[in-house]
């Protein structure tokens, strides 16, 4: 079973802080997604990384796809507190191309006090 | 565009009742797929669709059943409701499996 291992479950933070989350597997993916989910509401996609060693930057969050395509990171800059929500990263890829499905990680839930 | 559509919002159902969670699109997506979200545990795939009359099991399916008869529908049916179902569903739609999935704004359902 290929797992996606999100670290940390929790986080909270002060506005302006700065803040990184990580997204581990022993599998390789050929892509990560990253959503961002806000309560009452479903994920929504805030980037997609594909290429080992990519940087992603999206205003204040830079994400990253490991090398070996196994792990990625989203650093998020001076937190604010829309940035709140819950942080979810999706591996796709890894059996047959389009046909598979996404294997998602159990979330960051992020916390910024103003 | 409407998106992804998902209806009721909100349930209270009595454990062995049964009932239909509905999920429209109107991106024309072949792909569509049916989560359940619970704390701490992530989202899981109940089951999916790779297009009309295709349908598969995901990692969660003991208790669904799903048809999809055309390409914009694709119902959950539970066939005895479980307090173990209570839980809130995601609908999703996409070009593919592996692709950017669309969310609908959940069915948030309680089983008593």
């Known amino acids: 079973t290929q797992l996606l291992e999100q670290s940390p479950q929790f986080l909270s933070i002060q506005e302006g802080e700065n803040l ?18 806000e309560p009452g509401e479903g ?11 990519e940087v ?6 830079t994400f990253q796809f490991g ?8 650093h998020i800059t001076a937190a604010q507190p829309g940035d709140t929500g819950l942080y979810l990263c ?19 839930k992020l916390s910024v006090k103003p | 565009n409407a998106g992804v559509t998902q209806t009721p919002k909100f349930q ?16 024309n997506h072949e792909y569509m797929s049916w989560y359940r979200q619970d704390p701490g545990m992530g989202l899981r795939l109940i089951h999916y ?29 539970l066939l005895s409701a479980a307090p173990s179902q209570t839980s809130v569903y995601f609908c999703a739609s ?19």
């Open chain 1, 20 to 37: 990184t989350v990580y997204c581990n597997s022993s599998s390789v993916f050929s892509s990560l997604q990253w959503y961002r989910q």
């Open chain 1, 43 to 53: 994920p929504v996609l805030l980037v997609t990384v594909v290429t080992g060693g």
């Open chain 1, 56 to 61: 992603k930057k999206l205003k204040r969050l």
């Open chain 1, 67 to 74: 090398d070996a395509r196994k792990d990625s990171s989203l």
């Open chain 1, 90 to 108: 999706a591996g796709g890829g890894s059996w047959g191309g389009s046909q598979g499905n996404l294997i998602f990680g159990k979330g960051t």
């Open chain 2, 12 to 27: 209270v159902l009595k454990t062995g009742q049964s009932m239909t969670l509905q999920c429209a699109q109107d991106m």
């Open chain 2, 49 to 77: 669709s790779v297009g009309a009359g295709i349908t598969d099991q995901g990692e969660v399916p003991n208790g669904y059943n799903v048809s999809r008869s055309t390409t914009e529908d694709f119902p959950l049916r």
């Open chain 2, 94 to 112: 996409s070009y593919g499996g592996a692709y950017e999935q669309f969310f609908g704004p959940g069915t948030r359902l309680t089983v008593l």
